[in-house]
């Protein structure tokens, strides 16, 4: 067999459920500890952003009207598109640095994930909507609604597990969300986007961008049309900047330490509006 230079994969974005390259055409070269090139990565821009989020706001709507059995059957989708590239996953978290046997771990870890939030889906409204006491002839009844968009920057130090355990809470509850993945770490976001773009979940639902956060963060936390911002980070001025540019249109904003969030259905609660019905008790 002849020799032959074998393809390197050029990392996109994900937006709308299409795989372009940044609006700026801008790229950056990701490079492992050796100091050898491991691939190019899109750079995302502010237009990038704000395209992102016009394809979440479309999305946000079918997304939340469709039923808590059919979004668990669709996450739990991502596990089994998951679980059929096992070694792939393993392979590029190799290639970021990572010994086999935390990538082998951590793979395993994101699948349980996955699984776990796939289950919540119709049980979360259960656990947190309640029938309230009132002092009047009324039936009071909370429910949990979605939010709409939620911007996410993913935890910088953890690469897949990080992202899915982001980006899970949210899209359970039925909203759309644009992610920022780890500029460090990004191979496995985007491999992740591949997934979901053959797991049935509809275009516009998930959208990844990777790109520096000091350029992007600014974009999420002050985007009108971004209804809550996730941002996993340590760094005091990010969380205070997150603060202060989501007060402007009282964005919600959750902060998370730069890690990847342990499981728990209390962050599908951080992304979810309380709807409150009063029901007259007839005579």
Avoid at 33 to 47: L, P, R, T
Avoid at 76 to 93: C, D, G, K, P
Avoid at 145 to 152: K, L, R, S, T, Y
Wanted: hydrophobic fraction near 40%; proline fraction near 4%.
């Amino acid at each position: 067999m002849e020799d032959r230079s074998v393809i390197k994969k050029t990392y996109k974005l994900f937006i709308g459920g299409k795989f372009p390259r940044s609006e700026s055409g801008r790229t950056y070269r990701l490079v492992n500890g050796e100091g050898d090139v491991i691939c190019n990565v899109s750079q995302a821009s502010k237009k990038d952003v704000r395209n992102a989020v016009v394809e979440g706001r479309g999305a946000a709507k079918g997304w939340g009207d469709t039923s808590a059995f059919l979004r668990s059957q669709i996450i739990y989708r991502i596990a089994e598109m998951l679980e059929s590239r096992f070694v792939q996953f393993v392979q590029e978290l190799t290639s970021e640095g990572v010994s086999p046997e935390v990538a082998a771990r951590e793979v395993s870890e994101a699948i349980d994930l996955v699984v776990h939030y796939a289950g919540w889906c119709d049980k979360y409204q259960a656990l947190f909507s309640s029938v309230n006491p009132v002092s009047s002839p009324h039936y009071n009844m909370s429910t949990q609604e979605a939010m709409g968009v939620v911007a996410v920057v993913a935890p910088e130090e953890s690469s897949l597990l990080g992202v899915l355990s982001a980006i899970l809470p949210v899209i359970v509850g039925g909203n759309s969300c644009v992610l920022l993945a780890s500029y460090m770490m990004p191979v496995s976001a985007i491999t992740l986007a591949e997934v979901v773009a053959t797991s049935d979940v509809p275009a516009g639902v998930v959208n990844i961008l990777t790109g520096m956060r000091s350029e992007l963060l600014p974009v999420m936390a002050s985007h009108m049309d971004v209804n809550a911002l996730l941002l996993c980070s340590g760094e005091i001025e990010e969380r205070k900047l997150a603060r202060e540019l989501g007060a402007e249109n009282l964005k919600r904003v959750i902060l998370r330490d730069d890690a990847a969030l342990h499981q728990s259905p209390y962050h599908i609660l951080d992304f979810q509006e309380v709807k409150t019905t009063w029901h007259p008790i007839g005579q």
